[in-house]
Each structure stands twice: as structure tokens, then as C-alpha cells.
């Protein structure tokens, strides 16, 4: 069954420094997303990607966050200057479209920790 | 906005039956899944209801009434690897196709 996949599994941080997590969603997927979950709390929504460009943000991707899709495969959440409230577990998923029954497929994540 | 609502636990006994109710509040409505998550790991779907009434799966169903802005996740025949988190997640109509997840439903399933 074809899978997100997310690397790395788990980085430690020191804050203040940058961070690139990277994501190969299902390749005939045409919509990808970035979801954070802080250890305990929901799965919170940061941005989703179509055609090369955000189409959607949440409030919590401000400006040290960006997302690039750097060649045909690969989707990448780069935080600029980690703070220690960005610890959490980082979903990358994709979807076919967008609309009906289009569902979520996540990876594994991976889980950031900063110091 | 959206609101959403779910009991934070639950406890259940294997082979025995349980239903996790989730209530909406949101300016628009265009679909309810249900998803779980294993400690550690990934959501994972479970069931999407978009039309009121209930859609089967095998052990697990779910039930949605727009009218209410309820949906259920029922789960028959309980197993110890149904100990679990169950969220659910909300369409709004309107420009946004974003699911909002709720903070989901711990199930701790005992012998």
C-alpha cells in the first residue's frame, strides 16, 4: 500500500537553530500537508501545498516557517529559528484532491525536541 | 470557527461494545472522519460521513446527524488493539477543505 514517508524520525535541537524536516508523499497525490501534534494535546494544522505554492496556513505558520517542494518527490518543512514551544511530533500527509471523501493519508512523523 | 467536542477517556472491556460521541459546532458543514491514533504513531482513517445515517466497516461503524451536529464511532467486539486514541475531524464548507481535528478520545480497552 503506498505510504508517506517522513525522515528524520526524531532530531534534537538546540534553539535558535534551523530545522528542515523533509516528506515523500504518495506520488499520485496532488495536495500535500504539514499537522503538528504537542506531546498530549490535537493534531493542529500548519499549511497545505498545491501546484507549488501554499494554498492554505493556519495561524501558527508564521514567518519562521516555509515549505519548499525542492525537486519531484521530496516536500520539506523548514522552521528557521527553533523555539522550545515548537517541540512536537510533525505529520507530513497527502491527499488525491480535495474534496468528498478525500482522506488524509499521514507519515509516521518525525519528532522534533528542542533544548 | 469550529468547535469540537469529544470525552478526553474511555473505558471499555474486550468484546464488549463502545461508542465515542463527537459534537460540532461550525459555520458550515461538508464532512466528519474519524481517525486513530496509536500512542506514538500516525492517525490513521477509520470512516467519513458527509450524509446523515450511519456507514458500517466491519467492527467499526459511525454515525452522523447534521441536524445535532453529532457523530458517533462505535466499535463492536472490543480488542486490546483498539486501546487507542479516536479523533475526530470536521470539513467546514465554504473556501477551506481543511479537516479540524478535535483533541480525540483516549480508549483504554482491559482484559
Known amino acids: 500500500e503506498p505510504e508517506v514517508t517522513q525522515t528524520p524520525s526524531h532530531q534534537v535541537t538546540q534553539m535558535g537553530q534551523e530545522v528542515i524536516l523533509r516528506c515523500v508523499p504518495i506520488s499520485n497525490h496532488l495536495y500535500f500537508y504539514w499537522y503538528r501534534q504537542i506531546l498530549g494535546q490535537k493534531v493542529e494544522f500548519l499549511v497545505s501545498?498545491?501546484?507549488?505554492?501554499?494554498?492554505?496556513k493556519s495561524e501558527i505558520f508564521d514567518d519562521q516557517f516555509s515549505v519548499e517542494r525542492p525537486d519531484g518527490s521530496n516536500f520539506t518543512l523548514k522552521i528557521r529559528s527553533t523555539k522550545l514551544e515548537d517541540s512536537a511530533m510533525y505529520f507530513c500527509?497527502?491527499?488525491?484532491?480535495?474534496?468528498?471523501?478525500?482522506?488524509?493519508?499521514f507519515g509516521a512523523g518525525s519528532r522534533l525536541t528542542v533544548l | 470557527g469550529q468547535n469540537i467536542d469529544q470525552p478526553t477517556e474511555m473505558t471499555a472491556t474486550e468484546g464488549a461494545i463502545v461508542q465515542i460521541n463527537c459534537t460540532y459546532q461550525?459555520?458550515?458543514?461538508?464532512?466528519l472522519f474519524w481517525y486513530q491514533q496509536h500512542a506514538g504513531e500516525a492517525p490513521t482513517f477509520l470512516s467519513y460521513?458527509?450524509?446523515?445515517g450511519l456507514e458500517e466497516k466491519g467492527r467499526f461503524s459511525s454515525f452522523l446527524s447534521r441536524s445535532k451536529g453529532y457523530s458517533y464511532l462505535l466499535l463492536k467486539e472490543l480488542q486490546m488493539k483498539d486501546s487507542a486514541s479516536y479523533l475526530c475531524a470536521v470539513r467546514d464548507e465554504g473556501g477551506s477543505y481543511i479537516p479540524t481535528f478535535g483533541r480525540g478520545t483516549s480508549l483504554i480497552v482491559h482484559p
Open positions: 500527509a497527502s491527499t488525491p484532491g480535495v474534496s468528498g471523501a478525500n482522506v488524509l493519508t
Open positions: 461550525t459555520s458550515g458543514f461538508n464532512g
Open positions: 501545498f498545491y501546484n507549488n505554492e501554499i494554498s492554505e
Open positions: 460521513n458527509v450524509l446523515d
